[in-house]
């Protein structure tokens, strides 16, 4: 049998205002634990190509999907990243507010071409944002093009890319 104690309410009106107002201070931060780790939550992934590197790229496609993005995660594997879909060509921005991790963006052509790519700071509200209207953004680990070779006018094959062209 499990036994839960109950702390007991203070005597004096003074410390019961103290009381609650310290729980709901810890219902406040239990809730903000769960929204973050709710908005945290994997996407379904995509196997992408860029030449011989496979990547595991989770998609996000609804407008709720690509806001949170890879949003409070504080690791991400080597050859995992996350594709942005978008429903029409624009030029795409993407800023790094609550996202942990430094990431490198490419932003791609219907054709899988990457027109160019950025390096992004965690935690910053500075633009970053496509040199042409794309449909296509791809986030990865900061550096990750950069280690490979991976530069504009190349190309990334697979997942949804295939379907736009």
């Known amino acids: 049998m499990i036994q839960i104690k109950l702390p007991t309410l203070p005597s004096s009106p003074a410390r019961v205002g103290s009381w609650l107002v310290l729980c709901l201070a810890g219902l406040i931060a239990l809730v903000g634990l769960a929204q973050a780790q709710e908005s945290a939550q994997k996407l379904p992934a995509v196997t992408l ?15 709720e999907q690509r806001a949170v993005g890879l949003m409070h995660r504080k690791e991400m594997a080597a050859h995992e990243g996350m594709l942005f879909v978008f429903e ?10 609550n996202t942990l991790i430094p990431l490198s963006i490419a932003f791609l052509a219907d054709d899988g071409r990457i027109v160019n790519i950025a390096d992004m700071q965690p935690q910053t509200l500075n633009s970053h944002c496509s040199d042409e209207p794309v449909r296509l953004a791809l986030e990865m680990n900061q550096g990750w093009f950069a280690k490979r070779g991976i530069k504009p006018g190349m190309h990334i094959q697979g997942g949804p890319i295939a379907s736009l062209r």
């Not at 190509?49 to 407008?63: D, K, L, N, Y």
């Not at 029409?88 to 507010?97: D, E, L, N, R, S």
């Open 49 to 63: 190509r860029a030449g011989f590197h496979a990547i595991s790229a989770e998609v996000a496609r609804t407008p």
């Open 88 to 97: 029409t060509a624009g030029t795409q921005c993407f800023w790094m507010k």
